[in-house]
């Protein structure tokens, strides 16, 4: 009995120990290839090119960025939506905004113009008679003159004739009176003063040369005669301009005019007086629209007493809007608005907890400040991406998702995204503006973005459709010179003349434009 127990333990302890050498072994091997094949089933891709994947980590093919593990599958998303991970969402810096009404806080419209003559002050001053000019006092353009102060000496025939008529009509005044008022009449219609005339019937003596003086006082901006002239009776002699008001004309967009006035404040300022604000009122606004700007003119009439501003001044205007301060409007920051065309595009982040995106199509209203009116395309509490909206629509065309440049369904794995910087000479924003429509205008392009202060623009397309040339040609088109074609001449003197740079080019041999320095076409 007692050797049938012994038996019994042996048995039972060496089935034990071949459990656990052999059975447990089985087991582990069993998890460990279980390890194997979900470690084998992870894909790795590019934070910045999601269409890079492969099995193993390592670096992307494209940009030497280290591989990250790819998400598994894409369950519950429609077929314009994507994802990115959490590390390209930190690398590119992308943030995103709740869409909300708001009280309008910065309306002020921002404006570029130019100081001119005011018209309603200039005067021509003209000759009453023919003939030739004996003396001219007028040396120069810019001088000042005053009303009664004598401009020049003119010999008239006519004038002479007219003296010696005078005289004999004198003697016969009391038997002929209608003839001596005829030629008194004319002398008048001469603008000889009652002086004049009286000296010349008491003396009985003819003048030779008669003085031409000043009717206004003023600045001469134009001698259009010189001393020895022959001219004839109502030649215009000088141009005259009083500055003692000036006026600013300003640049307005289409999308800009409803939001001013007749009568509204505005603030003026310059780069020749940095410290110093002039105030002044919307005197008007020019009701014909320039169809090559698309602007209309806006104009500020300025108290010029003390000669601060100079006609060709370039200023900047800051007008409140007409915007009600307390009207809740639905806004979004310009940051968030990528334009292709005539479509405006935002990017919503479709999961409030998940970086998920999708493009949509808005309609834009007002410019207020910094921000974009929302007319149709976002709903109170959409949230949409604000920093690193060229990112999110690079990836969602890499994802063939829809995209600025991409607007159906269709997947698009060719696309081929390239990223170009180069020099473009303007001025303002109106040349900003010009300039990234000229450039978004070529097929292919999915973004363009020019810098004032740097003078260049930044390009991203689809190397598919176009290449960097006829992007430069585009460009050079719409007038402004770049780096490697100058600009059309004829869209140049078409430009608004607060964005007529300097247009001569500085060429090298090669053909490219030198560097330049831009810091004489600021505002």
Same mark, same amino acid.
């Given at each position: 009995m007692k050797k049938y127990i012994v038996y019994s333990g042996i048995l039972t302890l060496g089935l034990l120990l071949g459990w656990l050498f052999f059975g447990g072994s089985s087991n582990t091997k069993k998890e460990h290839n279980h390890d194997l094949i979900t470690e084998t089933s992870q894909m790795w891709t590019c934070s910045m090119h999601p269409k890079v994947l492969q099995p193993e980590p390592g670096d992307c093919p494209i940009c030497g960025m280290d591989l990250i593990p790819a998400e598994n599958g894409s369950k519950g998303l429609l077929a314009d939506q994507f994802r990115l991970t959490?590390?390209?969402?930190?690398?590119?810096?992308? /943030?995103?905004?709740?869409?909300?009404?708001?009280?309008?806080? !910065?309306?002020?419209?921002?404006?570029?113009?130019?100081?001119?003559?005011?018209?309603?002050?200039?005067?021509? /001053?003209?000759?009453?008679?023919?003939?030739?000019?004996e003396r001219l006092n007028i040396s120069f353009t810019g001088e000042e003159i005053r009303k009664g102060q004598l401009l020049a000496t003119i010999y008239s025939s006519e004038l002479y004739a007219a003296q010696q008529e005078l005289i004999t009509a004198a003697s016969l005044k009391e038997s002929q009176p209608e003839l001596y008022k005829a030629v008194h009449n004319k002398l008048k219609l001469w603008k000889l003063s009652d002086n004049q005339i009286n000296q010349i019937e008491e003396t009985g003596k003819v003048k030779e040369n008669f003085p031409v003086y000043a009717t206004v006082s003023g600045i001469v901006t134009e001698k259009l005669v010189e001393q020895g002239d022959y001219i004839k009776q109502g030649q215009p002699l000088l141009k005259i301009t009083n500055l003692n008001t000036v006026w600013a004309n300003f640049d307005v967009y289409e999308n800009q005019i409803d939001l001013l006035k007749k009568g509204q404040e505005v603030k003026v300022i310059t780069n020749a007086y940095p410290n110093r604000e002039f105030r002044g009122k919307v005197d008007f606004i020019d009701p014909v629209l320039d169809t090559s700007t698309r602007t209309l003119t806006l104009r500020v009439v300025l108290n010029n007493q003390n000669n601060v501003f100079k006609p060709g001044m370039f200023v900047q205007a800051e007008i409140e809007s007409i915007i009600n301060k307390n009207e809740s409007v639905l806004v979004i920051p310009s940051s968030a608005v990528l334009w292709t065309g005539e479509r405006s595009v935002v990017y919503l982040k479709s999961d409030p907890d998940q970086p998920v995106f999708e493009m949509h199509e808005i309609t834009l209203g007002n410019k207020i400040g910094a921000n974009y009116e929302v007319l149709e395309g976002l709903s109170n509490g959409d949230e949409i991406v604000t920093n690193g909206t060229f990112t999110v629509d690079a990836a969602a065309q890499l994802h063939g998702k829809r995209s600025m440049m991409n607007n159906t369904d269709r997947k698009n794995k060719d696309i081929v995204i390239? !990223?170009?910087?180069?020099?473009?000479?303007?001025?303002?924003?109106?040349?900003?503006?010009t300039i990234e429509k000229a450039a978004s205008s070529v097929d292919g392009v999915a973004s363009a973005n020019w810098d004032v202060d740097k003078k260049k623009i930044d390009v991203s397309f689809d190397g598919t459709k176009t290449d960097v040339m006829t992007i430069h040609n585009a460009i050079a088109a719409s007038g402004y010179s770049t780096e490697k074609v100058a600009g059309?001449?004829?869209?140049?003197?078409?430009?608004?003349?607060?964005? /007529?740079? !300097?247009?001569?080019?500085?060429?090298? /041999?090669?053909?490219?434009?030198?560097?330049?320095d831009h810091s004489n076409h600021n505002h």
């Open positions: 959490e590390n390209a969402m930190a690398l590119a810096n992308i /943030q995103t905004t709740i869409v909300g009404k708001g009280i309008v806080e !910065d309306n002020v419209i921002k404006l570029s113009g130019k100081i001119a003559e005011n018209e309603e002050s200039n005067a021509v /001053q003209v000759s009453y008679f023919s003939g030739r000019i390239k !990223d170009i910087s180069f020099g473009v000479r303007g001025n303002c924003e109106m040349c900003k503006n059309s001449e004829e869209a140049y003197i078409n430009l608004p003349s607060c964005c /007529q740079y !300097d247009n001569e080019m500085m060429m090298n /041999q090669s053909g490219e434009m030198k560097a330049d």
